[in-house]
């Protein structure tokens, strides 16, 4: 069992619509990340988190320890959206990550 | 103010030939981290390194794979006598001091093919 899961695997969204893209983990960590690669290009690291909430655009991530689960919300999607989103977590103190398989998300106009 | 700069950006090698791929960190950060993405797979931890310093190597492939972080100049990631399963997009993020769970910026990666 992988230590980070993410779901769903691919993701299809019409325009507009509110996504969110969940992510388990199964150690205890420092830190969760959630990052964006789009198709043959670089990565952008969109939020970390230790506990709570953060908020940027019309991105926002929660994390619940207890549960061990973080969510990746996008309000009102656009094509721009498409890309691939990835959960990784810290588990020491340094930024040393380990990865879920990323979820293909592929928002339609 | 650059970000993370990564060349070459394609890199093309023949089997038992030496691959070098160089790193340049944010300004302002002395932590380097080097992950792979084999095709079709996800992204892989190999190395984290500190000016002169090697803190964490756990990912790395035991033969033909080193890295360096000199006290002057980029963070070079070196596969010796290269093999096809090298193949991958290799990415380099960095992170400001102290030493923590730190916001990583990604340099826009390797991409190494083997022939």
């Known amino acids: 069992k992988n230590e980070v899961e993410q779901s769903p695997q691919n993701l299809t969204a019409q325009e507009g619509e509110f996504i969110t893209i969940n992510c388990s983990y199964s150690v205890g960590i420092s830190a969760l990340h959630w990052l964006q690669q789009h198709p043959g290009g670089g990565i952008v690291s969109l939020f970390m988190?230790?506990?709570g909430k953060k908020k940027h655009g019309r991105l926002i991530a929660t994390i619940n320890i207890q549960e061990k689960h973080s969510s990746l919300h996008i309000t009102a999607s656009h094509p721009r959206d498409s890309a691939v989103y990835i959960c990784a977590v810290s588990t020491g103190a340094n930024s040393k990550l380990t990865f879920g398989k990323g979820i293909t998300l592929s928002v339609r106009p | 103010n650059a970000g993370v700069m990564q060349n070459p950006r394609h890199l093309v090698r023949r089997r038992g030939q030496e691959a070098r791929l160089r790193c340049s960190p944010m300004k302002g950060h002395s932590h380097v981290y080097w992950y792979r993405q084999l095709p079709e797979e996800g992204l892989k931890f190999m190395v984290y390194?500190?000016?002169?310093?090697?803190?964490?190597e756990s990912g790395m492939p035991k033969e033909r794979f080193s890295a360096e972080f000199p006290k002057e100049g980029p963070s070079i990631l070196r596969i010796q006598q290269v093999v096809r399963g090298d193949s991958a997009a290799y990415f380099c993020?960095?992170?400001?001091?102290?030493?923590?769970?730190?916001?990583?910026?990604f340099g826009a990666g390797s991409r190494l093919t083997v022939l």
């Open positions: 988190l230790s506990s």
């Open positions: 390194l500190q000016k002169e310093n090697i803190i964490d």
């Open positions: 993020a960095s992170s400001p001091p102290p030493a923590g769970a730190n916001v990583l910026t």
